[in-house]
């Protein structure tokens, strides 16, 4: 049996505030900061709005977290997802694992079939991350945030 490493609870107010206000992208990756966008971060501080189904993830080398998750089932078989990973974590793998895991989990627990995620079409690096762990592009769309209109990909895979 494989060791457990990564370890998700359900994210707690002072975990929100931690992203919140201390996760700071650099470059055109600070779009993702939480403060670009007043409307997010009131979504993603209000401990409602975020439920029982946004998670903070740490590992048993590291302390502080390495990553959030979120989903919510779009349908019987589909579940879109976000997944941010901490700034001083980028590039260690943490994703990889993240997603094996959360396939496994949504697949057993809720019977997912599909996951779905929407990445800024200017990500290039999100995107070859998603399309190396078998996401393909399923369209495009239009949204307004972080006060202007920008275009996500929209990538889903098979589970």
Not at 77 to 96: D, F, K, M
Request: proline share 1%; glycine share 6%.
């Amino acid at each position: 049996m494989k060791e457990k490493v990564l370890f998700f609870e359900v994210m707690t107010q002072e975990e929100a505030l931690e992203i919140a206000y201390n996760w700071k992208y650099e470059g055109a990756m600070s779009f993702y900061n939480m403060t670009s966008d007043q409307e997010d971060l009131e979504n993603f501080l209000d401990a409602d709005a975020r439920g029982q189904n946004t998670f903070s993830v740490r590992t048993k080398r590291e302390k502080e977290m390495i990553a959030y998750f979120h989903y919510y089932l779009v349908d019987n078989n589909t579940a879109e997802i976000v997944l941010a990973i901490n700034p001083h974590c980028l590039h260690r793998g943490y994703g990889s694992e993240i997603i094996e895991y959360v396939e496994e989990a949504l697949s057993v627990r809720k019977g997912v079939k599909k996951l779905t995620v929407a990445v800024a079409e200017f990500n290039k690096t999100c995107i070859n991350f998603y399309e190396m762990q078998g996401f393909r592009s399923a369209g495009a769309f239009n949204n307004y945030t972080n006060g202007g209109m920008y275009t996500f990909l929209k990538m889903e895979k098979g589970i």
